[in-house]
């Protein structure tokens, strides 16, 4: 089966302008994460959708952070302004749980995006 | 807040070895725990799920404990090869039902 695709695979920015990322996640999965993760540190959970809803955005920064899942299947990701500290890979990540325990699955990984804010 | 704990400092073993990873937690005990690898690059891939009524899990040269009473998950790769060597991942849901991941243990095998 296809996997979970992202692009970008690598972005260069300098800070104060906007990114944007997209995710395709395999078909069928309900859940759908985004996760930020700084090199040398483990993946740090963003945003959290269940189908086109979001169940947890409690680590997004939304004063520059958004996130939308239209119709309950690709997803983008967007910074604006980006910040020097924003250099990081942000992973996508699908799953196939349902119903509202929906972290209690197994998550397939894209590649990521690299992102170098200068 | 739940914390995990890895030993940030690689791992280096000998072809043939068995490598041992740590994974420690600092509240409450998880409904299971998760493990995954990471190559450079890529991103997660999972390998094994534990859950908390389990003491131990297998998978091929892959073993996984649990241990509540410890707070902690250790994970064995026996027979370990050079195509092992990656980072390791331990993960586990919070108290608001998120799935957080420690740091990671660089694995590093050598011939």
């Known amino acids: 089966e296809a996997g979970v695709a992202q692009s970008p695979r690598y972005k260069i920015i300098e800070k104060r302008q906007s990114v944007a990322f997209w995710c395709n996640p395999i078909?069928?999965?309900?859940?759908l994460y985004w996760y930020q993760q700084i090199l040398g540190q483990g993946p740090k959970l963003l945003i959290q959708?269940?189908?086109?809803?979001?169940?947890?955005d409690s680590q997004l920064p939304k004063d520059r952070f958004s996130a939308e899942r239209l119709k309950g299947v690709d997803s983008t990701l967007k910074i604006q302004p980006a910040k020097l500290e924003d250099s990081a890979v942000y992973l996508c990540?699908?799953?196939?749980?349902?119903?509202?325990?929906?972290?209690?699955?197994?998550?397939?990984f894209g590649s990521g995006t690299q992102l170098s804010v200068l | 807040s739940q914390k995990i704990e890895q030993n940030s400092e690689a791992l280096n073993i000998q072809e043939g070895k068995t490598a041992t990873l740590t994974c420690n937690y600092t509240?409450?005990?998880?409904?299971?725990l998760q493990w995954y690898r990471q190559d450079p690059g890529r991103g997660p891939v999972f390998l094994l799920l534990?859950?908390?009524?389990?003491k131990e899990k297998r998978k091929e040269r892959l073993k996984v404990t649990f241990d509540t009473t410890l707070k902690q998950s250790l994970f064995h790769i026996t027979a370990s090869q050079p195509a092992d060597s990656a980072t390791y991942l331990c993960?586990?849901?919070?108290?608001?039902?998120?799935?957080?991941f420690g740091t990671g243990t660089r694995l590093q095998v050598f011939p």
């Open positions: 993960a586990l849901l919070d108290n608001t039902d998120k799935l957080i």
């Open positions: 534990i859950r908390e009524n389990e």
């Open positions: 078909s069928g999965h309900a859940t």
């Open positions: 990540a699908s799953s196939l749980a349902h119903g509202t325990s929906a972290t209690n699955e197994k998550l397939f």
């Open positions: 959708f269940q189908n086109n809803g979001v169940v947890d």
């Open positions: 509240n409450y005990s998880p409904a299971y």
